[in-house]
Each structure stands twice: as structure tokens, then as C-alpha cells.
């Protein structure tokens, strides 16, 4: 079945640690981006690419990183230099159409101590 | 800049009964569409309707429909027959021409529970 697929569910790291969450997608969409969400907010954009090796600064990159070397995969570095970084963290792709949604996968929850 | 705006931090309704979930949002370009996602409590985000801002017709997807007030920059989420299944939280979310940007901007949600 195409889908995608973010893994760990549950992450745990010490304040100072970069980790990196991954995000890989097998429905040959171009577009793959990266949420964050926090409790009572909505979905905030971290970053998004719309085509290999290109990739664009959401609204809220600071502190985050990301690389597309492949149409299938598109990791997520949260470094040290994120302030806040526990939050729910979600990976969507879709093909560059503007009537097409989202499709997202079921999330990678980070909890830095 | 587009922004999205959903009044409703909470709704209950009754199992059987009809709600709406209120989504305005504000943008000057003439081309835009309009997306509704669930997010049961698992965390996993289901799309569930789209509009496109010149669409004819209301949005239709079994037992959910799209109440688009174009002129009041409104896009409502109409849920027919609550079932116990639909408590979850509801974004509404937009995606304007913006040149080839395709990225949404997303609502703060609203909190559906269905009671028995």
C-alpha cells in the first residue's frame, strides 16, 4: 500500500542533542513538507520541498533543518539550537496541484528533557 | 498572507444529530482552495473535504459538506448524523495560487465530541 512512513513514534533526547526524524513516502508525490503541532495550536510549517534537492523555509524553520537528496524521503534535523523543541511532528507529501491535499503521516512525537 | 480562523475551541453535539464547524479565512487572491482534516486522538490526519474558491457547487463527501459563503470569506464543515466515530479535532486549511507555493495554512482547530 503507498503511504507514508515517519519514524520513530516516540522520540526521547537530552536538551543539547540534535535528532533526526525521519520521513519516507512511497505514493511518487514531489511535494513533501514538515509540520509541527503543539497543544492548542494548529499545524505550523516547518519546511517544504516541491521538487528534489529544493527546499523552501516554512514559518517556523528557525532551529530546524532538512535535506531532499531523494523524491522518497525528506528527514527532519531538530538541532540544539531549537528553544522549544518537544512537539508533535508531522510529515505530509502531495503532488503539485492545487486542489490536492495533503497526505500526512501518522506523526513523530518528540519529547526533549 | 493568508490566514485561517476557527472561533470554535470546542462543539458537543448529540449522536444522530447535525453540526457545523466554523472556518473563515482571509486571503487577496482570487484563486484558492479550501481543505477540512480530522485528527482523531491517535494523531493521524485524515482528509476530509475540498473546495476550490470557484467551485459552482458546495462541496459534497457523504456525510460531510462544505456550507462555502464566498463574499463572507466563510467555509463551514457541515457533519450530517454525528456518530460516536467523529469526536476527533477538525482543521480547516487553505492553499492560495501564491505562484507555485502549494504548502496549506492550517486553522487552530475546533474539538468535535459526540455524545450518546
Known amino acids: 500500500d503507498g503511504g507514508i512512513t515517519q519514524s520513530p513514534k516516540y522520540l526521547f533526547r537530552k536538551e543539547g542533542q540534535n535528532v533526526t526524524l525521519s520521513c519516507e513516502q512511497n505514493?511518487?508525490?514531489?511535494?513533501m513538507y514538515w509540520y509541527r503541532q503543539d497543544p492548542g495550536q494548529g499545524l505550523r510549517l516547518i519546511y517544504y520541498s516541491q521538487i528534489v534537492n529544493d527546499f523552501q523555509k516554512g514559518d517556523i524553520a528557525e532551529g530546524y533543518s532538512v535535506s531532499r537528496e531523494k523524491k522518497e524521503s525528506f528527514p527532519l534535523t531538530v538541532t540544539s539550537a531549537q528553544k522549544n523543541p518537544t512537539a508533535f511532528y508531522l510529515c505530509?507529501?502531495?503532488?503539485?496541484?492545487?486542489?490536492?491535499?495533503?497526505?500526512f503521516g501518522n506523526g513523530t512525537r518528540l519529547t526533549v528533557t | 498572507a493568508q490566514k485561517i480562523t476557527q472561533t470554535q475551541p470546542g462543539m458537543f453535539v448529540q449522536e444522530k444529530e447535525a453540526v457545523t464547524l466554523d472556518c473563515t479565512y482571509d486571503t487577496s487572491d482570487p484563486s484558492y482552495g479550501l481543505f477540512w482534516y480530522k485528527q482523531p486522538s491517535s494523531g493521524e490526519m485524515i482528509f476530509l473535504i475540498y473546495?476550490?474558491?470557484?467551485?459552482?457547487q458546495n462541496a459534497t463527501e457523504g456525510r460531510y459538506s462544505l456550507n462555502f459563503q464566498k463574499a463572507r470569506k466563510s467555509a463551514n464543515l457541515v457533519i450530517s448524523a454525528s456518530q460516536l466515530g467523529d469526536s476527533a479535532m477538525y482543521f480547516c486549511?487553505?492553499?492560495?495560487?501564491?505562484?507555485?507555493?502549494?504548502?496549506?495554512?492550517f486553522g487552530k482547530g475546533t474539538l468535535l465530541t459526540v455524545n450518546p
Open positions: 473546495q476550490g474558491s470557484y467551485d459552482q
Open positions: 505514493l511518487n508525490h514531489d511535494a
Open positions: 505530509a507529501s502531495s503532488i503539485n496541484r492545487h486542489n490536492s491535499p495533503l497526505h
Open positions: 486549511a487553505m492553499r492560495d495560487s501564491g505562484g507555485s507555493n502549494y504548502k496549506l495554512t
